[in-house]
């Protein structure tokens, strides 16, 4: 799939953690993030559980609104239903780039279930199970 000039995501700054949609293939959807030093989930330095999150969440929505084919139409919003096996082994500090993994497992109407992985360089430093709602 081509991939689209913007990252098309329902998020505003100062909320925005992806910077570039690299990969939309299939059911997998990659993208990666600089952390900044004005980052809001930024503690000391590091990013933070939530920020891991929700830029694993804004990797699926990227991956949803890549899909629909048109980058001018507004990404779909979602919703975090549901966090599962939810591992950290580092936390990237500022002036890393990650690289985050977004692989649909399953989906049903507007349920999403899917796995999120989150790498510094080669290494898997983070991963989850998301349940994804979306709101049209």
């Known amino acids: ?3 689209p000039q913007e990252i098309n995501i329902p998020q505003k ?4 953690m992806v910077d570039r949609l690299t990969g939309v293939v299939e059911n997998v959807t990659t993208t990666t993030f ?3 030093d004005d980052n809001i989930f930024c503690e ?9 999150i929700e830029n694993m969440a804004q990797t699926a929505a ?3 609104g890549a899909r629909t084919g048109d980058s001018s139409a507004e990404a779909p919003a979602g919703i975090i239903g549901g966090i599962r096996s939810l ?3 580092a936390f990237p500090k500022t002036g890393q780039e990650i690289t985050t993994r977004i692989t649909v497992l399953h ?19 983070a ?3 998301l349940k994804i709602f979306l709101h049209r």
């Open 87 to 89: 591992k950290i082994s």
């Open 13 to 16: 700054p100062p909320m925005v």
């Open 127 to 129: 991963s989850c199970e």
């Open 62 to 64: 990227a991956g949803t």
């Open 107 to 125: 989906q049903v109407f507007d349920a999403t279930i899917a796995l999120g992985e989150v790498f510094l360089e080669d290494q898997l430093i």
């Open 34 to 36: 600089l952390i900044r």
């Open 1 to 3: 799939m081509a991939l």
């Open 44 to 52: 000391n330095g590091e990013l933070r559980e939530p920020g891991l």
